[in-house]
C-alpha cells in the first residue's frame, strides 16, 4: 500500500512559480514511476507529467512543456516528487494530483497508475 499526499498548492497571479509537492510512503519508492495529473472543474483529468523510477527520464504534457519540470528525490528514504510550475497561465488552474505506477519506465496513462493522492489546489489568477 502507497499513501501520497500532495502539498505546495495555492494562489499565484499568471507568470508566476509554484512548486508542488508529494510525500510518498512506500516501503520501495525507488520501484515506482510517478506522474502529475490535474483536473479543472468541469473537464475530465488530464496528464502533465511523469518520471522513470530513477529519475533519468521524464515526459511532460504539450501543454506544459518548458513550463513545468518534475523531479524525485530517491535517497535517505525522503521519497519525495515535486512539480516545479513556471510561467504559470489561468488555464493552468486546477486540482492536481501526484500519482505512483508499479513500473520501472514513466507512465503516462492514468489507468496504469496503482496509487492516487487527495490532491492539491493550483489557482492562477489573470
Known amino acids: 500500500q502507497v499513501q501520497l499526499v500532495e502539498s505546495g498548492g495555492g494562489l499565484v497571479q499568471a507568470g508566476g512559480s509554484l512548486r508542488l509537492s508529494c510525500a510518498a510512503s512506500?516501503?520501495?519508492?525507488?520501484?515506482?514511476?510517478m506522474g502529475w495529473f490535474r483536473q479543472a472543474p468541469g473537464k475530465e483529468r488530464e496528464f502533465v507529467a511523469t518520471?522513470?523510477?530513477?529519475?533519468?527520464?521524464?515526459?511532460?504534457a504539450d501543454s506544459v512543456k518548458g513550463r513545468f519540470i518534475i523531479f524525485r528525490d530517491n535517497a535517505n528514504a525522503k521519497n519525495m516528487v515535486y512539480l516545479q510550475m513556471g510561467s504559470l497561465k489561468p488555464e493552468d488552474t486546477a486540482v492536481y494530483y501526484c500519482a505512483a505506477a508499479l513500473s520501472m519506465s514513466y507512465v503516462i496513462r492514468d489507468a496504469e497508475y496503482d496509487y492516487w493522492g487527495l490532491g492539491t489546489q493550483v489557482t492562477v489568477s489573470s
Open positions: 512506500a516501503r520501495s519508492f525507488s520501484s515506482y514511476a
Open positions: 518520471i522513470s523510477w530513477n529519475g533519468r527520464s521524464t515526459y511532460y
